[in-house]
């Protein structure tokens, strides 16, 4: 489950902009605010049911936001290429021609 919420998280930080303001504030409250979806349901004075139809639509409009763009695993992807540049750097053998070879890399995700 804490996989999922960090997805979640990661994918509303990313797309957030692109939902309703009603979504993003479900979304806000039940992933970011850690609120039940009885809370929620009170909160906005409509039923569990329909908190929880929002939330799995919205859950499902990140997932394929993320299907088409793809900016979580290029930030995924970019942070693990600095990641290694910076080991490399720290290394006594240092290879310039990897480190120009990993630049190319992060310059080629986007």
């Known amino acids: 489950m804490l996989e999922k919420t960090t997805r979640m998280n990661y994918l509303y930080d990313f797309y957030h902009s692109l939902l309703t303001p009603k979504q993003q504030s479900y979304m806000s409250l039940y992933y970011l605010d850690d609120y039940s979806l009885g809370e929620i349901a009170e909160e906005y004075e409509v039923s569990r049911q329909a ?60």
């Open 51 to 110: 908190v929880y139809d929002n939330i799995k639509r919205t859950e499902a409009m990140l997932e394929e936001y993320e299907q088409k763009l793809q900016l979580l695993q290029k930030f995924q992807e970019r942070a693990r290429l600095i990641k290694r540049l910076k080991k490399m750097l720290m290394e006594e053998n240092l290879s310039k021609q990897a480190i120009l070879e990993t630049i190319d890399e992060i310059e080629n995700l986007d």
